[in-house]
């Protein structure tokens, strides 16, 4: 009897308790399997997205300028005001706004013409080849002219810092 109890407690029980263990850890191991088998069909679905957002990149004529070219950039905007005879303008940028790969350069622009001139300048904005983003656009009558009206836009713009080249 003596030595059917140490083989039980030296040999049976220990050996026992490793294939429990070595069971347990099966077990987990093919639960985390048959979750990782699931994400495996989310690829596709990735891929495909991926693809439909290069076509769309691929479609726009929009670029992102260098940071060497906003000074070009915003000698256009006064251009495209002068052009639509627009006066008593200014443009002033604000301090840039920093992202993980591209600078916003936020523009305040303040004119004043008849209707039809500044309707057609917030269209030359959006015709630009640069990504411009219009985030506020305000209009009031001029109390001196009612043919004039003083309009006030708030313009994003941007840009890479980094000379990475043109991008589209």
């Known amino acids: 009897m003596l030595a059917v109890g140490a083989f039980v407690m030296l040999g049976w029980y220990p050996a026992n308790r490793d294939i429990k263990q070595l069971t347990e850890d099966i077990v987990s191991t093919q639960k985390q399997i048959d979750g990782y088998q699931g994400k495996t069909e989310e690829y596709p679905a990735l891929y495909a997205e991926v693809q439909r957002m290069q076509a769309e990149l691929d479609s726009t004529s929009k670029i992102i300028p260098q940071q060497n070219e906003l000074a070009g950039l915003i000698r256009e905007i006064s251009t495209r005001i002068d052009g639509r005879a627009l006066g008593e303008r200014e443009l002033n940028t604000r301090p840039t ?46 109390p001196e002219n009612p043919n004039m009206v003083k309009t006030e836009l708030k313009v994003n713009t941007f840009f890479y810092a980094k000379a990475e080249g043109r991008v589209r």
Request: glycine share 4%; net charge negative.
């Open 97 to 142: 706004v920093e992202s993980t790969h591209y600078q916003t350069l936020p523009i305040d622009i303040a004119c004043t013409g008849d209707s039809l001139s500044a309707f057609n300048f917030v269209n030359d904005l959006e015709s630009m080849p640069q990504l411009v983003q219009l985030s506020g656009l305000y209009m009031s009558v001029d």
